[in-house]
C-alpha cells in the first residue's frame, strides 16, 4: 500500500524526478501478481503489488499518470516480466542493484530520453544517483553536493538536490570515484545499466568523522587541535533513568564519576563528575554545564535525555578556554536534538524499569541473640544504672533492660522476664524493615517527539513524562518534561530561532529513613530485637527519645500521645518539592557576507522551587515539639501550650532567574585545500539572581493558614530536660551573579595538515568587591595539530590516519569564599529584638582576592589503522593549578572567629596544586560481517596532589574525614589516613597503636589526640588514580548485545568499624561483634577489639586505625543491553521506520573486589541497592 | 556595502553602550545580605549588632572566671561530662587545653575587631560630617572597646599591682582590624591605661540626653564600668566617685516583692536597674541548670530575703540572672554601682553612708515590711557585711572571680577556694599564680613570641 503520500512532499528538481521504491528481498523479483480488473491506475497495480508481493512503494506525488487508467488485467504476470517490458511504456524504468539485493524504480522527466547505449564506439552518457540509508533510521537518503570523478581524469560533477547526477561521453570502461565527508570513499566501474546506483557506507563511526560542540560552534573534530568526547544520542539511549550525565557514565576516558563510598564516619565524596582531575580546592569543582549554548543554571536533573542529540566533553585548554573563568573543571557541552528529517517523524520512548528492595542484609549488623546477651551481660555489670538514677531516669531503654529491670525490682518474675527476652532473640528487625518501609522500586518513562525540516522550517518538539516510586516507602518522583524549537529561514541571509522548554518535578516524600532510622532527641536506631508492628499488623511503637515512665506521667496529665511509630510516621509527613523550570532560547543568525556571519543569543530561564513539608498532627515531629514545650500550671495543673497543637508546616520558596546574551562574529573562509581559516569574537553578558525564603507555621489544620511563632522565650520542658526556645525557622536571602566576557578563537589550517589554533578571553564578574579593573581576568589558549598521514613521507601502509596534537592553555575558576573588603551582612532585628537593624561582619577583608588559575597542557595522538579497523586517542597532560582558594586560620585575636568552639580562618589565594594523567580511548571493529562486534576500551590514569600550600600540617585527627579535601604537601587532596596499627594485645585484646618512642601502646587519648600527621599512616588517595572501562557491542542481524565493564584502581576506603559506645548508644552495630577478641589467641584471627564500653577514644582510635583501611579497587559488570531492532514495516497501517525493544540491565556489583572482605566499595556500612531491570521500546513513524 | 556600515555601526554603538554599563553591571552587590560597611548607620548597625557586642546568641563575654569562682559547684556526673576545657578550668589546673579556639578569648576580640572597624570607618568620614551623631558613634565603639579589654583583663593579665603594672604582661591591645598584623602583649599599666583612656574619651563623647536602651552604651554606662574598673584595680577613691556619678543618672531600684515569683526567669533586660545589658558565655557548665549554687551561700539567704524565691528555682539553680530567656547577665546594673559605692564609703571609714546605701539596698529586696535596717560597729565591720551582700547580690554575674583576685591583695579578706571532684580535693590559695588563666594555646601559637602566664 501506498503511505504517507502527503507528507512526504520534496521540491521538485529541475532536471530529474526519482521515485523509488525498495523491494525487501530478492526473491520477490521472481514473484508473480494477478490484477483481475481490465483497468487500474498504476497506483492500484502497485497496491495490488504491495499486497502481494509485499513490495511497497513511495511516491513523490501522485502524477497524472497515476490517475489515469491504463490496461492491467494481468494474472500470475511475474515481477521481472513487469518491470521489464511494461513499465517502460509508461515513462518508467528500474534499476536492480545486486550487491543490495533492492530494486530500485524510477521515472524519466517527460519528453526525456531514454538511456540506453546508443554509441557502441564506446563514449556513451551515463546517469546515476548516491543515496545511502541513514544508520538511525533505516530510511533512504539522496545525498546531494557530492563529488562524483572519472577516475583518472579531471572530469568531475557534483550531485544535485536529490543525489542525481550524469556524465556524457563517458569511455565504456570508465570508473567513478564517490568521495563526501563522512561517507567511505567508493569506486565504481560504470556498467551498461540505464541507471547507475550509487549506495554509499557511511564510515564506521571515529574520531575522524566526530562533530564536537563546543556552545560556541560545533565543528568537526578532526579541524580542532583540542581535547573533545562525545557521547552520542543513540549512546544515550543504551541507558536509562532520568538523568542525563548519569548515563554518561564509564563512556568516556578521563572522566572520574565518584560514588558515595560511605567512610566510618557516614559521610562520602562529592558526587559527580571530574573532568581530568581535581583543579580546585574549596571552590566548586563540578564541571562547567552548557545546554544549548549557554551555561545552564537549573538543576540538570531538569533535562529529559531523550531530548538530547549529543553531549561533548571539554577536557583540555584549547577546548575550555572559550569558556574562560568558569570552564576549570572542564566543561559538559548538551546539544539538544533538532528535526532532521523532511518528513514529519515521530518518535517514541518508552521504559520501565524495576529495582528491587535493597539488600538490608549485606551490611552486617549485629544479631539479636549477641545484642541481647550483651545487654544482660552489662546489666549485670550495672552499665544501666545510670538510667534509673538522678536526673536521667527518663532516659529510654530497650525492651530487654526494662524487662530486667521489672524483674529486679519484682514487678515480674525473673523466669517471666527471661522467657519474654528469649522470644525475642528470634526477631530480626531488618525483616520488617524490609517488608514494611521498602518495597521494589518502579520507574516509568514515556516520552514523544515530533521532528522535521523543510527548506525554511526546522523544528522538534517533545514531551515526556517520568513516573517513579523509590525503595521506600511514601518516596515517588514525577517529571514532565516539554520542548519546542522552531528554526526558520526567512532569507538567504537571515536565520530565526526559538526555544521554549518547561520542566515540572515533583519530589515526594514520607517520613521514611528506613534503615537510617534515628530517634528525635535519643539518637537510637532501631534494635535488633524490634518488631515495627505486632501480631495483627498494627504499628508498633519505637521508644527512642522517653522512658515509658516518662510517657505514661505525661498522658495521665493531658498530653497528647507521644510515642514514635515509625510504620505509622511514614504517611504523617507530606513533603513535597516541586520544580518548575522554564526557559526561552531566541536568536538570529545574519548572513553578513559570505564568509561572515553574525549570531545573536539570547536565553531566561526561570526555574522556581517550592517546598512544602507538611507534618501533621497526628506526626510525631508535631506531638513531640508540641508535648516538648506543654506548660504545666503548679496551681491548678493545667496545660498550656506555647506550641498551639497541630499540624506544621515548613515551607521554602526559591527563584532563580537567569538572563543570558550573546553577540558573536564568525568568520570562515577556505581556499581549496591550502588554507582554511576560522576566527570567531563575540561577547557575553550573564545574570543570574536567585532569591530564597522559608517560614515555618505552627498550629496547621488542615489548609487554614497558621502562625509562625516568633517567641525567644526559655521554657523548661515538662519533668526534665534543659530549657530551650521554640525553634522558629525562617529567612530570606538574595544573591546576583554578573558576568560579562569577552573572546576571540581562532583556527588556521595549512594545507589539510597543519592547525593552528588561540583563543583569548576576558572574564569579569560582579564577584569580589573589588576594584572593577581587578575583578576580570585574562585567559589564553593555544594548541597546534599535525595530521602526519597526510603527508608524502608518511609511508606506513597500515595506518591510515594518524595526527599529533599539542595545547596549552589557562583556564579558571571562582570562589566567592573571600572579598577584598570587609563586608558586613545585614538583620533587621538583633538578638535582643531592641528594634534596630543590626549588621555583623561577615568577611575581613582580603585585598589580595584573585581568580583561582588553571594551566593546562595537553598532547595526544589520533589514530586509526587501515578501514578503521582500530582507531583511538592516547592523551596526556598536565594540569597546574595557583592562586586556589585555601582556608588559612588566623589568629582570633584580630576577629574572625565565627562561632564558640570555631577557630578563626578567612579564604585566601594560598594553594596550589599539580595534576597529571593519561586518556586512552581505541575502538576496534573486530568483526564487520553478518557478525558484528566492536569493542570500545578506555583508560584513564589521573593524580593530582598539592604542591603549594601554607597552613601548618598540624595534627593526623585533622585529616581523618577522607572525603573533605586534606590539603597535604605532595598528596592527594582526597586522601586516606590512619593511626598505626600494633595488632590486638594477646592479654586484653585491647587495640594498639604506637606510641612516640615506638612500641605499641594503648594511650588511645593521646594517640587520637596528639599523633601528627607525619606519625600517621598515609594509605593514598581516596579517589581512583586509573580507572575505565571496557565495552563490547555485538549485533546479528536484529538482535545486538552490548554490555559494559568498568574498573577502578588504586584507591582506598575505611571499612565500617565495631564502635562499643556507638553500639550501645544508637543500639545496634556491625556484626563484626561476634567476632571480637574474647580470649588470648584469638588476636591472631581478629582484629576486632574485646568488650570495653567505657573506652571511646579506644573505639575511636580503632575505627581510625589502618586495620580498617582496605583498597577499593574493584572490577564491575556496569550494565548489559539486549536489544532487538526491526525497521521499515507496517503495523495497522502505521509504518514504523525503526523498532527497537531493549532490555537493560544495570546495578550488576563488582565482578572483583580488591578487599577480601566482600565489600562493595560503593555500599560501605550500607543497604546495598539491588540490580536494576528495564525493558523499553523505541520506535520511529513517519 | 552601505548596509554594512550601518550594521558594524549599530553593532559598535552597542558594544559602547555595554561597555559604559559594565560599571554598574559589574559593581552589583552579589549578595543582598553583604555589604561594604561606610556610613554612619553602618557603624550603628555594626554596634548595634547584640550578638557579638553584647554577648548574646553563641558568643558571649568570658565565663571560665565563672567557673573558677565559688559562686557554684558541679556535681561528679555533671563535672565528668563536661569539656576538657571546663574541667581543668574548674581544678585550676596549672595548665588548661583550650584546644584549638576558646570564645573567651575569641569573642571578646571580636568585639574589639567591631569597634577597631567603625572606628576607622567613622575615621574616613569628612570632619565636616562629624556631628552629634559621630560624636555619639565614637563614644559607643570607644566604650565597647574598653568593655571586652577589661573583660580580657580580668581573665588572662595579673591582677593590678601598681609596683609591678609596668612589667606584668597584660593582653594585647589592636587597634584595627587588619589581620595581616601580628600580636603582642603590652604590660599590665598600658592595658589599664588603653581601658580608662577609652572610658575618659568616651564620656566626653557619648550624649547625655539620647533615648535609652540597655543594649547601647550610655554616660551612666561609661561611669558603672570606670567605677568597676577602678574597683579592680584597688582604687577606691575614683572607683566610689564614678559610682556616685552613675547614681546620679541612674538610682532607681527594684522591689522584689513586685516582681512575678511564677516565671522560671523572673527578671527582664529592660528591668529598672538595668544600665547595660551584656551576657556571658552560656557555655557547658555555665549553661542554666547545668551547676549548683555554692551550698553556704544558698543557705545564708533568710527567710524574708525574696532573692531566695526569686534567684533559685529546682533547689539551688540559679535563675536569677537580670536578664532573660536564659542569658546569664554580666553587664552593668545599679545593684552593683550601689554596693561598689557603699564599699568604697566603708574603705574610707564612712560607716553611715556606707550602710544607708547596703540598708537601702536590701530594704528592696525582702519582703514588705519585714526588713529590719542592718548595722554596723565600725568600717570594718561595715566592709564585711557588704562585701557579704555583695556576693548575696551579684552572684552568677561573672564578677565574683574578680572581686576574689582583689581581695586576695588584702590579707584579711582574702581567701582560699576548695574544690572535690571524684573523690580529690583541690585548692587554690590566694597567693596562687593560678588566679590568672593561662593565654590560649593556639594565640602562643601564632605568636610564639608572646610570654605565657605563669601558673
Redesign the interface.
Given at each position: 500500500m501506498f503511505f504517507n503520500l502527503r507528507e512526504w512532499r520534496v521540491p521538485i528538481p529541475k532536471r530529474l524526478l526519482w521515485i523509488f521504491c525498495l523491494f525487501c528481498a530478492t526473491s520477490l523479483y521472481a514473484q508473480t501478481f494477478s490484477i483481475p480488473q481490465k483497468q487500474a491506475t498504476l497506483r492500484e497495480i502497485f497496491d495490488a503489488i504491495h499486497e502481494q508481493t509485499g513490495a511497497y512503494f513511495s511516491l513523490s506525488d501522485e502524477g497524472i499518470l497515476f490517475k489515469q487508467p491504463i490496461p492491467a488485467g494481468f494474472k500470475d504476470m511475474p515481477l521481472k516480466v513487469f518491470l521489464n517490458e511494461r513499465l517502460p511504456a509508461y515513462g518508467l524504468t528500474y534499476s536492480f542493484d545486486p550487491d543490495d539485493r533492492r530494486i530500485i524504480l524510477l521515472r524519466r522527466k517527460k519528453g526525456g530520453r531514454m538511456a540506453r547505449p546508443e554509441n557502441p564506439g564506446g563514449l556513451r552518457r551515463i546517469e546515476g544517483i548516491v543515496m545511502r540509508s541513514k544508520p538511525a533510521s533505516g530510511e533512504t537518503e539522496f545525498l546531494a553536493g557530492i563529488s562524483v570523478q572519472i577516475k583518472g581524469t579531471d572530469r568531475s560533477t557534483m550531485t544535485d538536490t536529490l543525489g542525481g547526477f550524469f556524465f556524457t561521453d563517458v569511455p565504456a570502461d570508465a570508473t567513478l570515484v564517490v568521495t563526501a565527508i563522512n561517507m567511505e570513499k567508493m569506486e565504481i566501474a560504470v556498467t551498461d545499466s540505464q541507471i547507475i546506483i550509487i549506495r554509499m557506507n557511511e564510515k564506521v563511526l571515529t574520531l575522524d568523522t566526530t562533530v564536537v560542540n563546543d556552545g560556541y560552534k560545533k565543528r568537526r573534530r578532526v579541524t580542532t587541535t583540542g581535547s573533545y568526547n562525545v557521547v552520542s544520542g543513540s549512546l544515550l539511549e543504551r541507558s536509562t533513568g532520568s538523568d542525563a550525565l548519569a548515563r554518561t557514565e564509564n563512556l568516556i576516558p578521563g572522566v572520574l564519576d565518584n560514588h558515595g563510598s560511605q567512610a566510618a564516619d557516614k559521610s562520602s565524596l562529592p558526587e559527580g563528575k571530574v573532568i581530568h582531575g581535581r583543579g580546585t580546592i574549596l571552590a566548586d569543582g563540578n564541571p562547567l554545564v552548557i545546554v544549548d549554548d549557554f551555561p545552564y543554571d537549573g538543576l540538570l536533573s531538569s533535562i529529559n535525555p531523550d531530548d538530547i542529540e549529543s553531549i561533548t566533553i571539554l577536557k583540555d585548554a584549547a577546548a575550555t578556554a572559550i569558556w574562560g573563568a568558569r570552564a576549570g573543571n572542564g566543561a559538559i557541552v548538551i546539544t539538544t536534538k533538532k528535526g532532521t528529517s523532511d518528513r514529519p517523524r515521530w518518535d517514541i520512548h518508552t521504559s520501565y524499569s524495576i529495582q528491587p528492595r535493597p539488600d538490608l542484609w549485606y551490611a552486617g549488623s549485629i544479631s539479636s541473640p549477641d545484642y541481647i546477651e550483651l545487654e544482660k551481660y552489662l546489666y549485670g555489670k550495672g552499665y544501666y544504672d545510670q538510667n534509673f538514677s538522678?536526673t536521667t531516669n527518663y532516659a529510654p531503654v530497650t525492651p530487654v533492660i526494662a524487662l530486667l529491670r521489672a524483674a529486679s525490682q519484682g514487678l515480674i518474675t525473673a523466669a517471666e522476664a527471661n522467657a519474654r527476652i528469649e522470644a525475642m532473640k528470634g526477631v530480626d528487625v531488618r525483616k520488617d524493615v524490609k517488608k514494611y518501609m521498602y518495597r521494589n522500586s518502579l520507574a516509568r518513562q514515556v516520552s514523544v517527539q515530533v521532528s522535521g525540516k523543510t527548506s525554511k522550517l526546522n523544528y522538534f518538539g517533545s514531551a515526556g513524562w517520568d513516573d517513579n516510586t523509590g525503595n521506600l516507602v511514601g518516596l515517588g518522583y514525577k517529571r514532565f518534561t516539554g520542548r519546542a524549537q522552531v528554526t526558520d529561514t526567512v532569507s538567504k541571509r537571515l536565520q530565526v530561532y526559538g526555544g521554549m522548554s518547561y520542566t515540572g518535578s515533583w519530589n515526594i516524600n514520607g517520613n521514611n529513613p528506613g534503615m537510617d532510622f534515628q530517634s528525635g532527641h535519643g539518637g537510637k536506631s532501631f534494635y535488633p530485637y524490634y518488631r515495627l508492628v505486632d501480631n495483627t499488623g498494627r504499628p508498633r511503637p519505637f521508644l527512642g527519645d522517653y522512658s515509658p515512665d516518662y510517657l505514661r506521667q505525661t498522658a495521665s496529665i493531658g498530653f497528647l500521645p507521644w510515642t514514635d511509630d515509625p510504620v505509622r510516621d511514614i504517611r504523617e509527613e507530606k513533603n513535597t518539592l516541586s520544580i518548575q523550570d522554564h526557559v526561552l532560547d531566541l536568536g538570529l543568525r545574519y548572513r553578513?557576507?559570505r564568509d561572515l556571519n553574525?549570531d545573536l543569543k539570547y536565553k531566561v530561564e526561570r526555574q522556581t522551587t517550592r517546598g512544602d513539608d507538611f507534618h501533621s498532627d497526628s506526626s510525631y515531629l508535631a506531638r513531640d515539639l508540641i508535648n516538648g514545650y506543654t506548660q504545666v500550671d503548679?496551681v491548678t495543673g493545667l496545660l498550656s501550650y506555647p506550641i498551639p497543637p497541630g499540624g506544621i508546616r515548613d515551607l521554602q520558596n526559591q527563584v532563580l532567574t537567569s538572563q543570558q546574551g550573546r553577540?558573536q562574529f564568525s568568520y570562515h573562509k577556505s581556499r581549496g585545500d591550502l588554507h582554511d581559516v576560522s576566527i570567531l569574537g563575540g561577547?557575553e553578558?550573564r545574570?543570574m539572581v536567585t532569591t530564597a525564603s522559608s517560614s515555618r507555621l505552627y498550629g496547621v489544620h488542615g489548609k487554614d493558614a497558621a502562625t509562625n511563632l516568633d517567641d525567644?522565650?526559655?521554657f523548661?520542658p515538662y519533668m526534665f530536660g534543659?530549657?530551650r526556645?521554640i525553634p522558629v525557622m525562617g529567612g530570606h536571602?538574595?544573591?546576583?551573579?554578573?558576568f560579562?566576557s569577552a573572546y576571540l578563537d581562532g583556527t588556521y589550517t595549512l594545507r589539510d595538515r597543519y592547525l593552528f589554533s588561540a583563543s583569548g578571553r576576558v572574564d569579569?564578574?560582579?564577584?569580589f568587591?573589588a576594584e572593577?579593573n581587578a575583578?576580570g581576568t585574562p585567559l589564553w589558549s593555544v594548541g597546534g595539530a599535525w595530521k602526519l598521514s597526510k603527508e608524502e613521507f608518511f609511508k606506513v601502509d597500515w595506518l591510515s590516519r594518524l595526527t599529533l596534537r599539542a595545547s596549552r592553555g589557562t583556564a579558571g575558576n571562582i570562589s566567592?569564599k573571600s572579598?577584598a573588603?570587609?563586608?558586613?551582612?545585614?538583620q533587621a532585628n538583633?538578638?535582643?529584638g531592641?528594634g534596630?537593624?543590626?549588621?555583623?561582619?561577615?568577611?575581613?577583608?582580603n585585598d589580595r582576592l584573585r581568580w583561582e588559575l588553571v594551566r593546562i597542557t595537553n598532547v595526544g595522538v589520533d589514530f586509526a589503522t587501515k578501514q578503521d579497523i582500530l582507531s583511538g586517542t592516547v592523551e596526556y597532560y598536565q594540569k597546574r593549578s595557583t592562586d586556589l582558594m585555601a582556608k588559612v586560620f588566623?589568629?582570633?585575636?584580630?576577629?574572625?572567629?565565627p562561632?564558640?568552639?570555631?577557630?578563626?580562618f578567612?579564604y585566601k589565594n594560598v594553594a596550589m596544586t599539580q595534576g597529571e594523567g593519561m586518556d586512552a580511548e581505541l575502538i576496534s571493529h573486530n568483526f564487520r560481517g553478518r557478525l558484528k562486534w566492536t569493542t570500545h576500551f578506555i583508560f584513564s590514569y589521573a593524580v593530582s596532589r598539592v604542591t603549594g600550600y601554607s597552613l601548618p600540617n598540624g595534627l593526623g585527627k585533622d585529616y581523618l574525614a577522607s572525603n573533605l579535601p586534606n590539603p597535604v604537601l605532595n598528596k592527594p587532596l582526597y586522601a586516606v589516613y590512619s593511626y598505626k596499627w600494633q595488632g590486638l594485645d594477646p592479654q586484653t585484646g585491647d587495640p594498639r597503636g604506637i606510641s612516640p618512642d615506638g612500641k605499641p601502646s594503648t594511650a588511645w587519648a593521646a594517640i587520637n589526640d596528639s599523633t601528627p600527621l607525619a606519625g600517621m599512616v598515609y594509605h593514598g588517595s581516596a579517589e581512583p588514580t586509573v580507572f575505565g572501562a571496557l565495552r563490547n557491542e555485538f549485533a546479528l542481524g536484529a538482535f545486538s548485545l552490548s554490555f559494559n565493564i568498568s574498573y577502578k584502581f588504586n584507591y582506598y576506603f575505611r571499612k565500617p568499624a565495631l564502635r562499643y559506645d556507638n553500639l550501645l548508644n544508637t543500639w545496634t552495630g556491625p556484626d563484626s561483634y561476634a567476632r571480637r577478641w574474647q580470649k588470648p589467641g584469638d588476636e591472631k584471627v581478629t582484629s576486632v577489639p574485646s568488650l570495653n564500653y567505657t573506652a571511646p577514644e579506644r573505639d575511636r582510635f580503632y575505627a581510625y586505625s589502618a586495620v580498617n583501611v582496605a583498597r577499593a579497587d574493584n572490577i564491575r559488570l556496569e550494565d548489559v543491553n539486549l536489544s532487538y531492532e526491526k525497521k521499515d514495516f507496517t503495523w495497522r497501517g502505521i509504518h514504523c521506520q525503526d523498532l527497537v525493544v531493549f532490555v537493560y540491565c544495570s546495578n550488576l556489583g563488582p565482578l572483583w573486589t580488591a578487599n577480601k572482605d566482600g565489600i562493595n566499595p560503593y555500599f560501605v556500612g550500607v543497604a546495598r541497592d539491588g540490580k536494576r531491570w528495564s525493558i523499553g521500546l523505541r520506535a520511529s513513524i513517519f | 556595502m552601505c548596509r554594512?556600515i550601518y550594521?558594524y555601526s549599530f553593532?559598535f554603538l552597542?558594544?559602547f553602550w555595554?561597555s559604559c554599563n559594565?560599571?554598574t553591571?559589574?559593581?552589583?552587590?552579589?549578595?543582598?545580605?553583604?555589604?561594604?560597611?561606610s556610613t554612619p548607620q553602618?557603624c550603628?548597625?555594626?554596634l548595634?549588632?547584640?550578638?557579638?557586642m553584647?554577648g548574646?546568641?553563641?558568643?558571649?563575654y568570658p565565663y571560665l572566671p565563672e567557673l573558677s569562682g565559688d559562686d557554684l559547684y558541679l556535681e561528679d556526673?555533671d563535672y565528668n561530662k563536661s569539656a576538657l576545657v571546663d574541667q581543668e578550668t574548674y581544678i585550676w589546673r596549672q595548665q588548661i587545653d583550650m584546644?584549638?579556639?576558646l570564645?573567651d578569648?575569641?569573642?571578646p576580640?571580636?568585639a574589639?575587631?567591631?569597634s577597631?572597624?567603625v572606628l576607622a570607618i567613622l575615621g574616613k568620614i569628612p570632619s565636616s560630617y562629624q556631628t552629634a551623631t559621630w560624636n555619639g558613634l565614637k563614644g559607643s565603639a570607644l566604650f565597647y572597646r574598653a568593655y571586652a579589654f577589661f573583660e580580657l583583663a580580668r581573665v588572662f593579665a595579673p591582677v593590678y599591682d601598681s609596683t609591678t603594672a609596668g612589667t606584668d604582661s597584660g593582653i594585647?591591645l589592636?587597634q584595627s582590624?587588619?589581620?595581616n598584623?601580628k600580636?603582642s602583649r603590652a604590660t599590665v599599666q598600658q592595658t589599664y591605661d588603653q581601658i580608662l583612656g577609652d572610658l575618659r574619651q568616651a564620656e566626653g563623647l557619648l550624649p547625655k540626653d539620647s533615648v535609652w536602651?540597655?543594649?547601647r552604651p550610655s554616660p551612666a554606662a561609661v561611669y558603672a564600668l570606670l567605677s568597676r574598673v577602678f574597683l579592680s584595680v584597688g582604687n577606691y577613691v575614683l572607683a566610689g566617685r564614678y559610682a556616685d556619678s552613675c547614681l546620679q543618672l541612674k538610682h532607681e531600684l527594684m522591689l522584689y516583692d513586685t516582681v512575678s515569683k511564677?516565671k522560671?526567669?523572673p527578671f527582664y533586660?529592660t528591668n529598672p536597674e538595668m544600665i547595660f545589658?551584656a551576657a556571658y558565655?552560656p557555655?557547658g557548665p555555665a549553661?542554666?541548670?547545668r551547676s549548683h549554687t555554692d551550698s553556704n551561700l544558698f543557705r545564708s539567704y533568710e527567710q524574708n530575703d525574696l532573692r531566695k524565691q526569686l534567684f533559685f528555682k529546682y533547689g539551688d539553680y540559679f535563675v536569677g540572672s537580670y536578664d532573660?530567656?536564659?542569658y546569664r547577665f554580666g553587664g552593668l546594673a545599679v545593684d552593683e554601682v550601689l554596693l561598689t559605692r557603699s564599699e568604697c564609703y566603708a574603705r574610707a571609714g564612712n560607716t553611715a553612708a556606707a550602710m544607708a546605701d547596703l540598708n537601702h539596698l536590701l530594704e528592696t529586696r525582702w519582703a514588705a515590711g519585714t526588713f529590719i535596717p542592718y548595722t554596723a560597729v565600725d568600717a570594718g565591720d561595715a566592709l564585711r557585711q557588704i562585701l557579704m551582700e555583695r556576693r548575696k547580690q551579684l552572684l552568677f554575674r561573672g564578677t565574683r572571680w574578680a572581686d576574689l583576685r582583689r581581695l586576695n591583695k588584702d590579707s584579711r579578706t582574702a581567701v582560699t577556694l576548695s574544690r572535690t571532684i571524684n573523690g580529690a580535693v583541690y585548692t587554690l590559695s590566694p597567693k596562687d599564680p593560678r588566679w590568672t588563666l593561662p593565654l590560649p594555646g593556639?594565640?602562643l601559637k601564632?605568636?610564639p613570641d608572646m610570654p605565657q602566664n605563669i601558673r
Open positions: 538522678g553578513l557576507s553574525l503548679p553577540i561577547g553578558g545574570s525567644s522565650s526559655l523548661m534543659e530549657a526556645q536571602s538574595k544573591q546576583i551573579d554578573h560579562l569579569a564578574a560582579n564577584l568587591g572593577t575583578k566567592r572579598t573588603f570587609t563586608t558586613v551582612s545585614s538583633g538578638i535582643t531592641m534596630y537593624p543590626t549588621a555583623s561582619i561577615a568577611t575581613l577583608p588566623t589568629d582570633p585575636t584580630f576577629g574572625g572567629a562561632n564558640p568552639g570555631e577557630r578563626a578567612s | 554594512a550594521t553593532l552597542f558594544l555595554c559594565k560599571i553591571f559589574l559593581n552589583t552587590k552579589p549578595n543582598t545580605s553583604l555589604h561594604v560597611p553602618d550603628q548597625a555594626l548595634d549588632d547584640d550578638w557579638v553584647n548574646y546568641g553563641n558568643s558571649g556526673a584546644g584549638d579556639a570564645s578569648w575569641d569573642l576580640y571580636k574589639v575587631a567591631t577597631n572597624t594585647p589592636p582590624a587588619d589581620i598584623q600580636a536602651l540597655p543594649t511564677t522560671i526567669f533586660r545589658c558565655f557555655g549553661a542554666p541548670f532573660q530567656d536564659g593556639y594565640i601564632f605568636n
